[in-house]
């Protein structure tokens, strides 16, 4: 009959962060094979997923992945958090630094932690 279509069908189930990191990654060319793609990792899940996807799709895509992240000694927790994404980077094989810093007492510590 002329004028029906087919009824579109849902996946089963969303796309991975993998597949859409992808996908984006391809759609937006964010980066190509050779790149080196460096990841300012926290230690919070955002960034440390961040780093886990990036670093699964080095076969897929080519590029190399490192991860840095900062200490800004705010927050007694931050160390540990990075030693885990350090952790992470490491069983992935993704070369990964920490930076601690020192901030300066005074006034809109967000300004001088950037600084």
């Known amino acids: 009959m002329q004028g029906l279509r087919a009824p579109l069908t849902k996946p089963s189930h969303p796309p991975s962060l993998r597949r859409l990191a ?65 952790e992470l980077a490491d069983k992935l094989g993704v070369p990964f630094e920490v930076t601690r810093l020192d901030v300066e007492p005074g006034g809109n510590l967000q300004a001088r932690a950037r600084e």
Not at 28 to 44: K, N, P, T, W
Not at 51 to 65: E, K, P, Y
């Open 22 to 86: 992808e996908r984006t990654i391809r759609d937006e060319a964010l980066f190509d094979r050779g790149d080196r793609v460096l990841v300012a990792c926290s230690g919070g899940p955002d960034s440390t997923a961040l780093l886990h996807v990036l670093a699964l799709l080095r076969r897929t895509i080519g590029h190399d992945v490192v991860g840095h992240g900062i200490d800004h000694g705010l927050r007694p927790e931050a160390r540990d958090e990075l030693a885990l994404a350090a």
